[in-house]
């Protein structure tokens, strides 16, 4: 009996050991990143060129950007990439975060249901078009996550002059992109994408692009690296050198690279500090 | 064809032509939960036959109590988890968070309270019919524990296959302490829930159908332990 | 360990004295079978002597010292054996005693060997017939060489053959100095196991004689009826 308890702990300490191991098989990094980069698969198209020519492996999480923000303030991550510009300046005014540099920009894109019962399609002016559905009523499903889209979707709720919060026809979804979206779909509701994400999604059903283009709905990434005088054991070197990468002119090529179909999802900024 | 009809015959396909990185996803997903399991009987097979044997003061405090961790929302143990293990927790300073033992560590915290509660009632009931025997050869309550726990091995193989069906099955966990990072700690429950946000659904049930298939293999194995011993032991 | 005495010992259950008083003196070797009706409080007597139950006054005197903590083993009625091999279980009640696992190992099959089990050695113990798991249990409890042995009934519901096993070993192991306490309701089987004879009635001990002066001439009224309400057994034709 006994020795079949030693034999157990034996095979639960070796296989922890293994895991560990394979965990720890090379330099890496944690990069705290949003839903969107995730899941357009911008980053399995990247990534691998900067590991290949690094030898650093970026381990990506996926959260809100909000999310993503506190796991940086809490030191759980050697990096950042979100979309949220108000956020990051106070993230990195506080002292969470430095080095904060333009990454690239996509768009948000409106949208909801074929039959466009606020009658948005086409719309030039995002805000007009938030102010429409407002009137109309019309089933809007929110992120409500504090993710970046989040902010972006209160701005314009703002510039339209609508309280949306409270109302029947507005649906918190506290849910990532791809689940407010499953559920506009299911719902046949409006709501506010990043292109990425939209591109790659696959559970469409009748939603379809109705306001897209307008500049308002520009969407820009920004990447930072936590503050390693804060949190001592933040990868400060392997960091800057994913930053430096990420913003470089090869880096930038990467970015303009990915596709989907012929369509491509995010275009790079200039570095400008 | 977006319904159910037509996610699953998309899954059938999928599985067709399992690749690669399924395999490694469910791997991960093996050891992971495996290796939680095999802490949970270490941890919660003796406690749970502590609790059986024992007679002490607060006892039936400790039994309501655990019966009431079993359906612990495992939202709730990641979160405690990851609080724990955040550089800015207790114990940052290991340096484990979004790592397979991280995951395992927050598993395990899930099933070893499943695992003791079912140990508890198995070995209380052995204990009823040996109480006279034991006590008489001279058995104190650490023998009396290894006894039964030996006694009831083919019975506790149940605590095993729920803490495993636990563990397999659970998302909550394993996404917020292991992150869902791809190639790392991306499980099939993590995988499944990525697929359905991006709103690839037949991949989805695809992935949903390996996870069933495994737990069904290892629940089938462990039936015919069972009814092995069972003719064996009478 | 010897004399063992028990001085009035009291032992209730639901308002009903089981042990009303119960005094008894055993000296060193032996076979003593105890006698009595259904409810007399025999095997509540054997339980307080193994430490299952603890008396509610009165004491027990194990050669002028309290009872050790080995060296007094105990077959119950109904034994329950683990899910175990016949190997398994005889090895369990060395276990306590700290016995090597090869020392445990040897003395099992030993001890097998001599109530004839030792064929079956690594058979399920629960797939044993009435009379085998008697013999096992007293395997069981001869594995530690006791000082004292308490035996409840070993033999009720026995087939003869079974009962003439038992019994043989039984005597085996009283040869070997093992002081013998028992109980039965089969008085032949009295006859021919006993040294003395103690009989209990209501939670006393009525009676304690050497087995012959007690069957030819028992000194109290509740033994003598008890001898006499045997029933019949020889066919009248």
Redesign the interface.
């Known amino acids: 009996m006994a020795h079949g308890f030693l034999k157990l702990l034996k095979s639960v300490v070796l296989g922890l050991a293994a895991l560990a191991s394979t965990a720890q098989a090379g330099e890496s990094i944690v990069l705290a990143s949003t839903t969107s980069t995730e899941q357009s698969g911008l980053f399995n198209f990247i990534l691998p060129i900067f590991e290949k020519d690094s030898g650093i492996a970026v381990k990506v999480v996926a959260l809100g950007t909000g999310q993503a923000l506190d796991v940086g303030r809490r030191g759980d991550a050697d990096v950042l990439l979100v979309h949220d510009r108000a956020a990051e300046d106070k993230f990195v005014a506080e002292g969470y975060g430095v080095d904060r540099r333009d990454v690239m920009y996509n768009d948000f894109v409106l949208v909801g249901p074929a039959a466009d019962a606020a009658g948005v399609k086409g719309a030039k002016d995002a805000v007009d078009a938030f102010g429409r559905i407002a009137r109309k009523g019309a089933s809007w499903v929110s992120r409500g996550d504090r993710s970046g889209t989040h902010a972006a979707e209160l701005r314009f709720w703002q510039s339209a002059g609508v309280e949306p919060k409270g109302q029947g026809w507005y649906k918190e979804a506290g849910a990532g992109m791809g689940p407010t979206l499953n559920m506009a779909a299911g719902m046949g509701a409006y709501t506010l994408a990043d292109r990425g994400t939209w591109a790659s999604f696959k559970n469409r059903q009748d939603l379809a692009i109705l306001c897209a283009g307008d500049p308002k709905l520009y969407n820009p990434y920004g990447v930072m690296l936590v503050n390693p005088a804060r949190h001592p054991h933040v990868k400060r070197a392997a960091g800057e050198r994913f930053i430096n990468w990420i913003t470089s002119a090869e880096g930038r090529r990467a970015i303009s690279a990915y596709r989907i179909g012929n369509e491509q999802l995010f275009y790079p900024l200039p570095v400008a500090r | 064809m977006s319904g159910l009809g037509a996610a699953f015959s998309d899954a059938f396909a999928l599985l067709a032509g399992f690749d690669h990185q399924v395999a490694e996803i469910v791997t991960l997903s093996l050891e992971v939960s495996g290796l939680a399991v095999l802490l949970g009987t270490l941890i919660g097979l003796p406690l749970g036959a502590c609790l059986g044997v024992g007679r002490f003061p607060g006892r039936q405090l400790l039994v309501v109590m655990l019966n009431g961790c079993m359906g612990l929302p495992s939202v709730v143990v990641g979160v405690v988890v990851y609080l724990a293990l955040s550089r800015s927790g207790p114990l940052g300073y290991l340096g484990l968070l979004y790592s397979p033992t991280a995951m395992v560590i927050a598993q395990t915290v899930l099933v070893v309270p499943l695992m003791a509660a079912i140990a508890r009632q198995v070995v209380e009931d052995a204990w009823r019919?040996?109480e006279?025997?034991l006590?008489?050869?001279?058995?104190?309550w650490a023998?009396r524990v290894r006894?039964l726990l030996?006694?009831c091995?083919?019975s506790l193989l149940v605590a095993l296959l729920a803490g495993l069906g636990r563990a397999m099955s659970e998302v909550g966990a394993v996404m917020i302490v292991g992150g869902n990072i791809d190639r790392s700690t991306r499980t099939m429950t993590t995988a499944i829930a990525l697929e359905t946000s991006k709103g690839d659904l037949p991949l989805a049930v695809a992935l949903g159908m390996v996870l069933l298939a495994v737990i069904l293999l290892l629940n089938g194995v462990a039936y015919a332990l069972r009814q092995w011993?069972m003719r064996?032991?009478? | 360990m010897f004399p063992l005495k028990v001085t009035d010992l009291r032992w209730r259950v639901g308002g009903r004295a089981v042990l009303d008083g119960l005094t008894l003196e055993l000296g060193g070797d032996g076979i003593t079978i105890l006698l009595g009706p259904n409810g007399a409080g025999k095997s509540v007597l054997l339980?307080s002597l193994?430490?299952?139950i603890e008396p509610e006054s009165g004491h027990i005197d194990f050669g002028g010292g309290p009872r050790p903590?080995?060296g007094v083993?105990?077959v119950?009625q109904q034994?329950?054996m683990?899910?175990?091999s016949l190997l398994g279980n005889v090895e369990?009640?060395l276990?306590?005693?700290g016995a090597a696992a090869a020392e445990r190992r040897s003395r099992a099959h030993a001890v097998l060997e001599r109530v004839g089990l030792a064929h079956r050695a690594t058979d399920?113990a629960?797939?044993l017939s009435g009379g085998e798991r008697q013999r096992l249990a007293l395997a069981r409890a001869w594995i530690?060489r006791p000082r004292l042995l308490l035996l409840d009934e070993p033999t009720a519901s026995l087939d003869p053959s079974s009962v003439e096993a038992i019994e043989r070993i039984v005597r085996e192991i009283r040869t070997e100095g093992t002081r013998i306490l028992m109980t039965t309701h089969n008085l032949g089987q009295a006859t021919r196991l006993a040294d003395d004879v103690v009989f209990m009635d209501a939670g006393r001990v009525c009676e304690h004689a050497p087995v012959q002066r007690f069957f030819a001439r028992p000194a109290s009224q509740a033994a003598r009826l008890y001898i006499l309400g045997e029933l019949p057994w020889r066919m009248a034709f």
């Open positions: 019919e040996y006279e025997e006590t008489a050869m001279g058995f104190r023998g006894v030996y006694d091995r083919h011993a064996r032991y009478a | 339980r193994c430490g299952l903590d080995f083993a105990m119950f034994p329950k683990l899910r175990d369990l009640a276990r306590p005693l399920s629960r797939g530690t």
